[in-house]
């Protein structure tokens, strides 16, 4: 059963959504060469307490941390620790969430440490967002789930890869092991958001007003296959390759998609894709 939320509860997600976005400000600015992935959970749990939430991570399935870190060929789930120290010319994925109220918001995005990224990083980053925002833009009344994984996935097959050391696929891998999920009285919630379209799944239920859904895109530079490390939690590219991800918690109303996690709600960007985003309850 999907959980459809009123305008009243969809106002509380949105001060969830506010502290994940609070703590992607933060940690952005925190994540520099020298920095470990300890300091940015530290940064991540203050941000929560000023703003007096709760963490959705920190305890989950006995996750050992507020915020996940996921360094270059890590492509989620990446435990924050003291050893790892970030250097520059690394990429980090940082995933956050927030509970205000009993709500949850989740959101994550990919950071540049320092600077002289190789083009094909920056590019990678780039297609992993917008797909994001693709499949958040196909967020409509009537629309059903399968939209938006469509949206998401021809998205990425439309961008050509550029060419990587020894790698000529010629394409990105789309991570087919995790996606994205409702959201709303818990942080994982029915239903489950492929980022590739499936044949056996279906079209996926109606999207109707009070809908909520976090939209995670994990994309490779090689491989779609993913494998757990032995500390259970940290998940990499099977070849290694490095890997993006993209993530924002959006609520479906009757005036379009709010993005939860966006301090604009998804305002500017929308419109580039010709959307109006739903009107901020909170402002
Ligand atoms: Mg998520």
């Known amino acids: 059963m999907v959980q459809i939320k009123t305008p009243e509860q969809i106002a509380k997600m949105r001060e969830a959504g506010l502290v994940v976005a609070a703590i992607h400000a933060a940690t952005r600015e925190a994540a520099v060469p020298g920095a470990t992935t300890k300091d940015l ?3 991540a749990r203050k941000v929560i307490a ?5 963490s959705n991570f920190l305890g989950y399935g006995g996750f050992p941390a507020t915020i996940c870190t996921s360094v270059n060929e890590v492509v989620v789930h990446g435990i924050p620790d003291e050893k790892t120290v970030l250097k520059d010319g690394d990429i980090i994925s940082i995933d956050a969430g927030a509970i205000v109220d009993g709500w949850h918001g989740d959101a994550a995005y990919t950071a540049f440490v320092g600077t002289g990224h190789a083009p094909e990083l920056v590019e990678l980053s780039r297609v992993t967002e917008e797909s994001m925002w693709a499949g958040i833009a196909a967020m409509r009344v009537g ?12 998205y990425i097959k439309r961008q050509p890869r550029p060419a990587v050391g020894d790698h000529s696929l010629g394409k990105y891998g789309i991570v087919e092991d995790y996606g994205g999920h409702g959201i709303g009285t818990e942080m994982h919630m029915d239903p489950h958001l492929l980022n590739y379209v499936s044949r056996k799944r279906g079209k996926g239920p109606k999207l109707v007003p009070g809908f909520c859904l976090a939209i995670e895109p994990m994309v490779s530079l090689g491989t779609p296959h993913t494998e757990v490390l032995e500390d259970d939690w940290t998940v990499v590219s099977t ?3 490095w890997s993006s ?3 924002h918690s959006v609520a479906l109303t009757e005036a379009g ?4 996690t966006a301090v604009d709600g998804g305002k500017a960007k929308l419109a580039e894709l010709g959307v109006t985003a739903a009107p901020d309850p909170l402002a």
């Open 245 to 247: 991800h993209w993530e």
């Open 257 to 260: 998609p709010l993005v939860l």
């Open 239 to 241: 070849d290694g390759t």
């Open 50 to 54: 000023d703003h007096g939430a709760k």
């Open 143 to 154: 629309a059903r789930l399968v939209d938006i994984s469509k949206a998401i996935e021809s």
């Open 41 to 43: 959970d530290e940064v």
